[in-house]
């Protein structure tokens, strides 16, 4: 299966530590798309790719927040002095732009946890 | 600001009945897209079926059809004789001109053996 993957998929770390997230989007995606989702709730948008480049950033992204994707492949979303607000769903998902009109397909997303 | 309302934060049905899940969205763009998510529990979310504004016709995939009205911005999903298989989280969202998804708030879907 080629679908979108994300490691890892819980994470359970302590307040003030920095954790690292990875995603591995559909092969030949050109699209990469952070969310991050509480219980209850739908996805809230965080950053988006389109091939190596960052095109925008939400606000809801502070400067603890940092995302990359050196090679227009793979993506990770670090988190710098994580707090208990940080606990949530990070979803990745990726699209294939113009093809498919953009439509979004989902990793499983990982799930953390910050004491 | 672009919205997406879903106003049923939980429904259920009988299996093998059919129901509907209402969603309306509000935006000033004339083309954009709408989507209906499903999201099992603990598990990822899958794509159920997708409209595109320019389209009169209403999407239409196996057991799952929409009823777009655009004038209403109005985005229905319906679902004929649900199965078990069909209990999840439901999200509508809209795509807007710089493709980001605008989602609701959701609504669980609970079927009835």
């Known amino acids: 299966d080629t679908g979108v993957s994300q490691d890892p998929r819980h994470k359970i770390t302590k307040r003030g530590q920095n954790v690292t997230f990875r995603c591995d989007p559909i092969s030949e995606h050109n699209r990469l798309y952070w969310y991050r989702q509480t219980l209850g709730q739908g996805p809230e948008f965080l950053t988006y790719?389109?091939?190596?480049?960052?095109?925008?950033k939400s606000r809801l992204l502070s400067d603890r927040f940092s995302a990359e994707r050196p090679k227009g492949s793979f993506s990770t979303l670090e988190i710098q002095r994580t707090e208990q607000g940080d606990s949530a769903m990070y979803l990745c998902?990726?699209?294939?732009?113009?093809?498919?009109?953009?439509?979004?397909?989902f990793g499983p997303g990982t799930r953390l946890t910050v004491l | 600001a672009q919205t997406v309302t879903q106003s049923q934060p939980e429904m259920s049905v009988q299996e093998a009945e059919t129901v509907t899940l209402s969603c309306t969205y509000d935006?000033?763009?004339?083309?954009?897209?709408l989507f209906w998510y499903k999201q099992p529990p603990s598990r990822q979310m899958i794509l159920v079926i997708r409209q595109e504004a320019y389209k009169q016709q209403n999407a239409t995939e196996n057991r799952f059809s929409v009823n777009f009205q655009k004038a209403a911005k109005s985005f229905s999903l319906k679902i004929s004789d649900s199965q078990l298989g069909d209990a999840a989280m439901y999200f509508c969202?809209?795509?807007?001109?710089?493709?980001?998804?605008?989602w609701g708030a959701g609504t669980k879907l609970i079927i009835k053996p």
């Open positions: 790719f389109q091939n190596e480049a960052q095109l925008e």
């Open positions: 969202a809209h795509m807007d001109s710089n493709y980001q998804l605008i």
């Open positions: 935006t000033s763009e004339s083309d954009y897209y």
């Open positions: 998902a990726s699209s294939l732009l113009p093809a498919l009109r953009d439509t979004q397909y």
